[in-house]
Nanobody, 136 residues
Framework: QVQLAESGGGSVQAGGSLRLSCAASKHIPSRSCMGWFRQTAGQEREGVAAIEPGAGSTYFADSVKGRFKITRDSAQNTVYLQMDSLKPEDTALYIC?????????????????????????????WGQGTLVNVSS
């Protein structure tokens, strides 16, 4: 069973930066997309960013475009989320996820929207999350 472990969260002032990491406990299937969701208390899980296998195409939510960057090190089974120009509204639990996809087919729709609890099973693997707090 693959396990995903996030790190890099913390507290930062508005305008600052953080870099999140998500490391897989063992090799993720080569045809897996990996991405990040975020969630605040009482809210649904929002897709933030995702990347195809082999560092292919990427997806970013409109709210983070131009500020966040996602990269992937397949050899290390790790995906990174560089977050710059952080805003208080970025405060959330950031959760890593992986799901089967195919290079060249684009990031699947499940990474591109807000998920309700019954839809979490549409992803193959989930991490526990890392907290990001942005103060004004």
């Amino acid at each position: 069973q693959v396990q995903l472990a996030e790190s890099g969260g913390g507290s930062v002032q508005a305008g600052g930066s953080l870099r999140l990491s998500c490391a897989a406990s063992k090799h993720i299937p080569s045809r897996s997309c990996m991405g990040w969701f975020r969630q605040t208390a009482g809210q649904e899980r929002e897709g933030v960013a995702a990347i195809e296998p082999g560092a292919g195409s990427t997806y970013f939510a409109d709210s983070v475009k131009g500020r966040f960057k996602i990269t992937r090190d397949s050899a290390q089974n790790t995906v990174y989320l560089q977050m710059d120009s952080l805003k208080p509204e970025d405060t959330a639990l950031y959760i890593c996820a992986a799901a089967t996809c195919f290079y060249g087919s684009g990031v699947p729709g499940i990474f591109r929207r807000t998920l309700r609890v019954p839809e979490y099973g549409g992803l193959d693997f989930w991490g526990q999350g890392t907290l990001v707090n942005v103060s004004s």
